[in-house]
């Protein structure tokens, strides 16, 4: 049914065979093999297709290796979102701000999950979000735009499930790692908008680095003799309107909570993948090797 499948791409690392799941962060490249010569005709053999990734391959295991060590000693502790809702003349503003125990790489990729990313509620066995749909309009390297139909679940008064149609356009920007969407069709709402970025936390800075604070992974790599973790700044601007007359009080209340509320359950979501993430054992050396030879790595873009 799909569940984690952007994690799923991480974990089966872990075996000694490269992982089939689609890359989070990449684009399809074809790469031609040789022909094959028969004693009548030739038969050209399938072109095996190459994922781009925006990333250090490595870097990202070194992290993985790094949280996956410290989670063992002392196991980290997630902090709670910081949510702050304004209303100006209507127009709702939310700002999210929140930081995730793992590398930035690691959450953007699953935040851009083509199949819907890590929400799921394990204990309901439910989607919590997922894409019902999804089309590349436009790719320019690690830029590219998606029309994207979502499906997010809520619960109606505690007793029942309602699933809210999300038909949005997205701009993401997978060596930036930040994502910009509108709607398309969102039903009530007439302002649907908003972006997401993710930024490096140094965690253990003041720890291993002392008064030399790193401004780069680069410094925080050396000054930390490369003991280091990161973790990821989740920041989201969401901003919404609501159709009349769901922009009068109480109806604006109600929408205003469902709001708050689905976006909650999200972050739950990803803080309890991330969680996973850190608990999971990294790939062995034949699986990295494996790997890489899927995989083309692109950093000067």
């Known amino acids: 049914m799909g569940v984690f499948p952007g994690?799923?791409?991480?974990i089966n690392q872990n075996s000694q065979e490269p992982p089939n799941?689609?890359?989070?962060?990449?684009?399809n490249v074809e790469s031609m093999s040789a022909s094959e010569k028969g004693t009548n005709n030739a038969h050209a053999k399938k072109k095996k297709k190459k994922e781009v990734v925006y990333y250090d391959y490595k870097e990202v295991i070194r992290q993985r290796w790094l949280w996956y060590e410290a989670e063992k000693k002392h196991p980290w502790n997630n902090p709670r979102p910081k949510i702050k809702v304004t209303n100006k003349k209507g127009l709702y503003h939310m700002n999210i701000e929140l930081t995730v125990g793992t590398a930035p790489d690691t959450?953007?990729?699953?935040?851009?999950?083509?199949?819907?990313?890590p929400f799921f509620?394990?204990?309901?066995?439910r989607d919590l979000m997922k894409n019902t749909s999804r089309k590349v309009l436009k790719e320019n390297g690690p830029k590219r735009v998606i029309m994207v139909e979502k499906?997010?679940?809520?619960?109606?008064?505690?007793?029942?499930?309602?699933?809210?149609?999300?038909?949005?356009?997205?701009?993401?920007?997978?060596k930036d790692l930040t994502t910009k969407y509108k709607k398309g069709?969102?039903?009530?709402?007439?302002?649907?908008?908003?972006?997401?970025?993710?930024?490096?936390?140094?965690?253990?800075q003041e720890r291993l680095c002392k008064r030399r604070l790193p401004k780069s992974p680069e410094e925080y790599k050396k000054c930390s003799g490369g003991q280091g973790r990161i973790a990821s700044k989740f920041t989201i601007n969401h901003y919404f309107e609501p159709y009349p007359p769901f922009n009068i009080p109480p109806l604006s209340w109600f929408i205003r909570g469902i709001t708050i509320k689905t976006s909650k359950n999200l972050l739950n979501a990803l803080q309890e993948m991330a969680s996973t993430v850190r608990d999971a054992r990294p790939p062995s050396e034949e699986a990295i090797k494996a790997r890489e030879k899927a995989i083309v790595e692109v950093h000067n873009f």
Not at 121 to 125: F, G, L, T
Request: hydrophobic share 40%; net charge negative; aromatic share 14%.
């Open 7 to 10: 994690f799923g791409a991480w």
């Open 21 to 27: 799941a689609e890359s989070n962060r990449s684009e």
């Open 107 to 117: 959450v953007y990729g699953l935040m851009i999950d083509p199949k819907g990313g």
């Open 121 to 125: 509620n394990w204990e309901k066995w």
């Open 151 to 174: 499906a997010v679940a809520y619960n109606f008064l505690s007793m029942t499930t309602m699933s809210i149609p999300l038909h949005l356009t997205m701009e993401e920007n997978r």
């Open 185 to 204: 069709k969102v039903m009530l709402m007439k302002v649907f908008k908003g972006d997401y970025k993710v930024e490096p936390i140094y965690v253990d």
